[in-house]
């Protein structure tokens, strides 16, 4: 993207995501990362601020104490909890998870999608624990899925229409089974309580 494109467009909400790793030298991937808190959220978890600090600083490499100790990395984590959680409600099903755009290679665009579907399931995994055990059939089912898709290797095609149709099915899937997960898992919730933002007090 060259500077002028970079002045005239907002930033992509995945560039966003990639600068700020770059910028505090995480060695994560950010798509993991916002699939492991749309998994907690999908499984009926809700975190605290502290909570989820300390969760984002451990996943990105940081030190437990650095969202405190720097606000750009503290606003940005605040907003990424409350959109992910307001995305999964969302009536209109718009929610989209965090992957590159197709400027990316159609394998890095993979990897990503594996990225954000192991940071999924271990999210869904600590915020169901139990009750994942009770699932329905046809969430089970999706479950098995997802460990399949969180499996790819870098043995993926090279860039060509059937891998790019191949590849917007995969996250179409995954795009609706963490819906369904979120459905499943999240009664309905009362119009004061449907914008809740993160917690900044609460344990």
Known sequence: MTSDQTSTHPVAPFE??????TSHKAFSHPSELHGGLCGRLAAGARMAETEWFQVACEQMGLAPGAARE??????????????ALAQLKAADMSFQPLLPDDDYTLDQRVQALSAWVRGFLEGMAVGA??????????????IEDMVAISQVSDETEEDSEDGEYQFNEIVEYVRLGA???YTEFNPPESAGDRDQPLNKTLH
Do not use: T
């Open 16 to 21: 966003h995501w990639a600068n700020l790793y």
């Open 70 to 83: 720097d606000d750009d990395l503290a606003g940005f984590l605040s907003a990424a909890y409350d959109q």
């Open 129 to 142: 624990r139990e009750a994942l055990g009770e699932a329905p059939p046809e969430i089970r089912e999706l």
């Open 179 to 181: 819906l369904a997960v």
